[in-house]
């Protein structure tokens, strides 16, 4: 690498790596866009997974045809509904996927069919908790055609304390990042400084204010910044597509306003940590004396 001589002859320096730099921020925003890619799809997957619980409505044997219409317009116009996921099955559907697990032998006894017609769907997310699910039980158990509501209370028990569990995981790992990427950052930028430290201190011998001093480092770390964080942008947008590519059913899972809300808070990032810690770096080289600087 090229050195350089400042006026005075006698403190040699290094032109600056910014391109390292740059390079060095954009991978540490990467992980860390990639850890909160993560966290976003997580929830997505735990709101997946809690809208496949499936709540059955047993009906009694007098519901007629259109007392079973009646209930399903009323399920379809209740709010914990998830859209498009009431099924009917009849007492003679059932039977035949009883036979068809069980065989033959185990209806040779003729009895009178013991099932009822059933009613199946799923609620929203937000409802899956046990006291909005045993609400809602108690209002379909009103109805006068419906006998009984069951689903499977252990299971949504289960998955509420893994929620929160998860979730206590989530916020410790979350801070933990933050920190470590602020390090990485700060550590890069105050490296990318540091061959300009004479020329910082020059500068301020001859006259230039501190704001003077400053002015133009901050404005590139303030693009630098950009770019790195459009790069991270850029490598998470393409670790997506690839992996849907390859896994269609995440497609589902894509929450787009959070996803481009991250990626606003990733550049955003970039340039505050950068230009923070290039203010911070070059004041505080011009704290120091000179002969502090070797």
């Known amino acids: 690498m090229a050195e350089k001589t400042d006026r005075q002859g006698n403190h040699p320096r290094t032109k600056p790596n910014y391109l390292y730099s740059i390079i060095s921020v954009a991978l540490v925003l990467f992980l860390l866009g990639f850890f909160g890619m993560a966290l976003l799809q997580a929830r997505q997957l735990v709101g997946f997974f809690k809208e496949r619980v499936n709540l059955l409505i047993e009906l009694e044997d007098t519901a007629a045809e259109l007392d079973v219409a009646e209930l399903k317009e009323d399920l379809t116009n209740s709010p914990f509904l998830k859209p498009g996921s009431i099924q009917f099955t009849s007492k003679e559907e059932a039977i035949e996927l009883l036979r068809e697990d069980f065989g033959e032998d185990f209806f040779k006894l003729d009895l009178p069919n013991p099932l009822y017609d059933v009613l199946t769907f799923n609620v929203r997310a937000i409802y899956m908790n046990s006291d909005s699910l045993s609400i809602i039980r108690e209002e379909l158990r009103m109805h006068p055609y419906v006998s009984d509501v ?135 080289y011009l704290k120091m004396r000179v002969d502090e600087m070797y």
């Open 150 to 284: 069951y689903y499977q209370e252990s299971l949504v028990d289960v998955l509420a304390q893994n929620i929160r569990k998860v979730a206590w995981i989530t916020l410790g790992l979350s801070l933990f990042f933050i920190l470590v990427a602020f390090a990485l950052i700060h550590n890069t930028i105050r490296l990318a400084l540091y061959a300009n430290r004479f020329l910082i201190k020059n500068m301020e011998l001859v006259g230039a204010s501190w704001t003077f001093i400053s002015r133009p480092f901050l404005l590139k770390s303030l693009g630098h910044g950009l770019l790195s964080g459009l790069l991270a942008v850029g490598l998470l947008s393409g670790l997506w597509w690839l992996a849907q590519r390859d896994l269609p059913e995440l497609s589902e899972l894509q929450d787009w306003p959070s996803t481009i809300a991250l990626y606003g808070a990733l550049v955003l990032f970039g340039i505050l940590i950068t230009t923070g810690s290039t203010y911070y770096t070059v004041n505080k």
